[in-house]
């Protein structure tokens, strides 16, 4: 049975995990094998310090009984929470875990609306945040990370 809980220091190996999982299922279709792997670099010289990238940012871990088998981190600004870094690994996906991972985003952001960038060819995630209630209000190319750029969809989802 799934729950979520704050991640702490201590998970940034399990967290580590999940992308490292997530990145190229998620990814390599999309932008390619050598966009993955610049990611992945990225992931091994900075840890989970390129995924933290602003104060305020907070991490959420998705928990299947003890292993962590998805992530999301959000922070919050002034009117709207961002989101970004909502993976949960293959072979949990369609049980609803996403669903629920993103409640607990929901349920931090309050009355503020939710909002997401999201690889515009990444057709599995567009269609994901779009059952969810997202709707697109922007798109435009994207720095992801350092040497990977993509056309994303800015969506959000209304308070």
């Given at each position: 049975?799934f729950?979520?809980?704050?991640?702490?220091?201590?998970?940034?190996?399990?967290?580590?995990?999940?992308?490292?999982?997530?990145?190229?299922?998620?990814?390599?279709?999309?932008?390619?094998a050598?966009a993955?792997?610049?990611?992945?670099?990225?992931l091994?010289?900075?840890?989970?310090?390129?995924?933290?990238?602003?104060?305020?940012?907070?991490?959420?871990?998705?928990?299947?009984?003890?292993?962590?088998?998805?992530?999301?981190?959000?922070?919050?600004g002034?009117?709207?929470?961002?989101?970004?870094?909502?993976?949960?690994?293959?072979?949990?996906?369609?049980?609803?875990?996403?669903?629920?991972?993103?409640?607990?985003?929901?349920?931090?952001?309050?009355?503020?609306?939710?909002?997401?960038r999201?690889?515009?060819?990444?057709?599995?995630?567009?269609?994901?945040?779009r059952k969810?209630?997202?709707?697109?209000?922007?798109q435009?190319?994207?720095?992801?990370?350092p040497?990977?750029?993509?056309?994303?969809?800015?969506?959000?989802?209304?308070?």
């Amino acid at each position: 049975m799934f729950h979520v809980r704050t991640a702490t220091r201590d998970d940034a190996p399990n967290l580590i995990a999940v992308w490292r999982e997530t990145w190229p299922a998620t990814y390599a279709a999309t932008l390619g094998a050598h966009a993955v792997e610049a990611m992945l670099d990225d992931l091994d010289r900075h840890g989970t310090a390129s995924l933290f990238p602003q104060v305020g940012a907070a991490g959420l871990c998705l928990l299947d009984g003890d292993e962590v088998v998805g992530t999301a981190i959000h922070s919050v600004g002034r009117s709207v929470v961002y989101l970004w870094g909502m993976y949960v690994m293959p072979r949990h996906q369609r049980f609803g875990a996403g669903t629920l991972l993103y409640r607990s985003v929901r349920e931090a952001a309050g009355e503020q609306s939710v909002e997401v960038r999201v690889v515009q060819s990444s057709h599995q995630a567009v269609n994901f945040y779009r059952k969810l209630g997202f709707q697109t209000v922007g798109q435009g190319a994207t720095e992801i990370m350092p040497q990977v750029k993509a056309v994303c969809l800015t969506l959000r989802h209304p308070a």
